[in-house]
């Protein structure tokens, strides 16, 4: 992170309470449904990389300053040209109003940061994100810190030590079953996250796979997903068992 967008120093942060996001305790709303269902947004993946970046590092009248400098961007954006970084965009009337990025390694994904210029926009992407991670076989979403936005979503707080055993079986270093359940604020949700694991059994998760279900993810594309609607089909993906 940096102090700001414009200091030429970035430093590294090791909380001791991480925020994840559960993949199976995803928290939707019937409001932010029915707007998945409705197509309200046209979401794509990849396809804008370096303008979602550069949208969450800009200022915004609730938010002076932001973390991302020069530095990181230009880190991202190489790791992004590498397959390894990914984003996430929701598009209205061609003009991109929302979307997230982060950093994916193994079965891990590490959301870096989300920027909404539009009702429900960030939302919607982090729904997406979920719904892609569970297809690949993703086993840890971690959020880093918590925010009242991402706790609506389902986000648990969890101890340094118990996300790093989550992040060594994303990881491939050790098995879900020599997770040890520290104290979380919510087991049941800590424990769906080993369950996940558990049942995942590829090495990498893989980013693409969700796209066999909904067609290639480009502006021209992205909305041809067959009979249903790509939403529709977002919204089923998540109701079935990982």
């Known amino acids: 992170m940096a102090d700001s967008r414009d200091d030429d120093e970035s430093f590294w942060i090791e909380p001791q309470q991480r925020a994840i996001l559960p993949l199976e305790g995803l928290h939707l709303s019937s409001s932010l449904a029915k707007v998945i269902r409705q197509d309200r947004f046209r979401v794509t993946t990849d396809c804008a990389f370096a303008d979602v970046i550069l949208k969450c590092a800009e200022a915004t009248p609730d938010r002076k300053e932001t973390w991302i400098n020069s530095d990181i961007e230009k880190a991202f954006l190489e790791l992004a040209d590498r397959g390894m970084a990914h984003s ?35 939302k919607v992407a982090l729904v997406w994100l979920v719904a892609r991670l569970r297809a690949g076989g993703f086993t840890l979403l971690d959020c880093q810190f918590m925010t009242d936005h991402l706790r609506s979503l389902g986000a648990i707080e969890i101890t340094q030590q118990h996300y790093l055993e989550l992040l060594d079986v994303a990881l491939g270093r050790a098995k879900a079953s020599q997770i040890s359940c520290v104290a979380s604020p919510s087991p049941e949700s800590a424990d769906s996250s080993a369950a996940a694991a558990a049942a995942a059994g590829a090495a990498l998760g893989d980013w693409g796979v969700l796209d066999d279900l909904l067609g290639a993810s480009s502006p021209d594309s992205a909305s041809s997903a067959g009979a249903s609607s790509p939403g529709k089909l977002i919204l089923h993906s998540l109701t079935q068992t990982s």
């Not at 950093?103 to 926009?121: H, K, Q, V, W």
């Open 88 to 122: 996430v965009e929701c598009w209205c009337d061609g003009e991109l109003v929302g979307g997230l990025y982060g950093l994916s390694m193994g079965r891990a994904f590490f959301g870096e940061s989300m920027f909404s210029r539009a009702t429900d926009a960030s």
